[in-house]
């Protein structure tokens, strides 16, 4: 009664099947529009979501995806964003044609629709983000720097909630997709398979031997047996560090592990700071991936 009764006073109460509607296309267009990159962009849609919910700051209630404050000039310019604008851009025609989500909703079922359409596990959805004005922007600088390492690691994702387990299988996403030298400045991808959601990084990370890379950009690592895989040195820090390297262990060795603990952190990191109705936690939406 409460959709009908809503169409009456002209207000949209979007129900499961709309949200489907909307997973469906954004599935399509990934299908369709596979020159982009490695031929999809289903990795920088994952990047676009984990950026505007890595922004979480728990104790002031900060950032986090609700508001999709990246839309303004002063966070969709920090360095971190660079490159993020082609995700935007990506889902422009999605918004137009469903005009009631929000942009900050769109953004987080756009990145797991291209977990669940690149193999992955499926990832529950909540909707009720709410856009913001430019006031609600983050400050630069909360997000992690690649450069840096374990400590670096804890602070940031701290911050947001997150203990060392929860840090190690987030990191798994770095199966997908690669550096830009224009966006970040790193070049190259972690896997072979930079669109398919797989376990592979922790196998990397723990059985290739890693150096420096001889190079003019900024320090990265690269494999010695085909040197065309790269790590960053935050990836690095996964192993040399004995509390996360026996999470990497774990991961690497066994995938239904990988994907049910993704499962649960990736669902965590998109919820962080949103305002959900009281009761829709026991009430997420699960969508079926298309070529399931
Ligand atoms: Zn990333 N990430 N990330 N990441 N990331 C890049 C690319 C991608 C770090 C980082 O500095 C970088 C998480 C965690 C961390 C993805 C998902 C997630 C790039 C390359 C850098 C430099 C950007 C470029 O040049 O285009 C650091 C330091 C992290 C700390 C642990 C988490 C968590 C993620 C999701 C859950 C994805 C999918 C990409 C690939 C983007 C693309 O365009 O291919």
Redesign the pocket.
């Known amino acids: 009664l409460s959709g009908s009764a809503g169409e009456t006073t002209g207000i949209f109460t979007p129900k499961f099947e709309d949200y489907e509607k909307v997973y469906k296309e954004i599935a399509e267009l990934l299908e369709e529009k596979d020159e982009y990159?490695d031929g999809s962009y289903g990795?920088?849609l994952?990047?676009l979501a984990?950026h505007c919910s890595?922004t979480y700051d728990a104790e002031t209630g900060t950032g986090g995806s609700n508001g999709a404050t990246m839309r303004f000039a002063p966070e969709g310019d920090h360095g971190?964003n660079?490159?993020l604008v082609a995700a935007r851009d990506f889902l422009e025609p999605v918004k137009a044609k469903f005009p009631w989500i929000s942009y900050s909703d769109l953004w987080i079922l756009a990145g797991i629709v291209s977990i669940q359409e690149m193999q992955g596990p499926s990832i529950p959805y909540r909707p009720g983000r709410v856009d913001k004005d430019l006031s609600a922007c983050t400050p630069d600088g909360r997000l992690?720097?690649?450069s840096q390492g374990n400590k670096h690691?804890r602070a940031?994702?701290g911050r947001m909630g997150f203990n060392d387990q929860e840090?190690v299988a987030?990191?798994g996403?770095?199966a997908?997709?690669?550096?830009?030298t224009d966006?970040?400045?790193?070049e190259g991808p972690w896997t072979f398979s930079?669109t398919v959601v797989t376990n592979e990084y922790y196998k990397l990370l723990l059985n290739e031997k890693w150096s420096w890379r001889k190079w003019n950009g900024p320090k990265q690592y690269e494999d010695k047996t085909s040197k065309s895989l790269m790590m960053?040195p935050?990836d690095v820090a996964l192993v040399s560090d004995k509390a996360f390297k026996t999470y990497v262990e774990k991961y690497a060795k066994d995938e239904g592990l990988f994907f049910k603990d993704f499962a649960a952190v990736?669902n965590k990191?998109f919820e962080l700071g949103v305002p959900f109705a009281e009761g829709s936690e026991n009430s997420k939406m699960v969508f079926k991936p298309t070529n399931a």
Not at 176 to 180: E, F, M, V
Not at 183 to 186: K, L
């Open positions: 990159d990795p920088v994952v990047r984990w890595g971190a660079a490159g992690p720097d690649a690691l940031i994702f840090i987030l990191s996403a770095h997908l997709g690669r550096c830009h966006r970040s400045g790193f930079p960053l935050t990736i990191l």
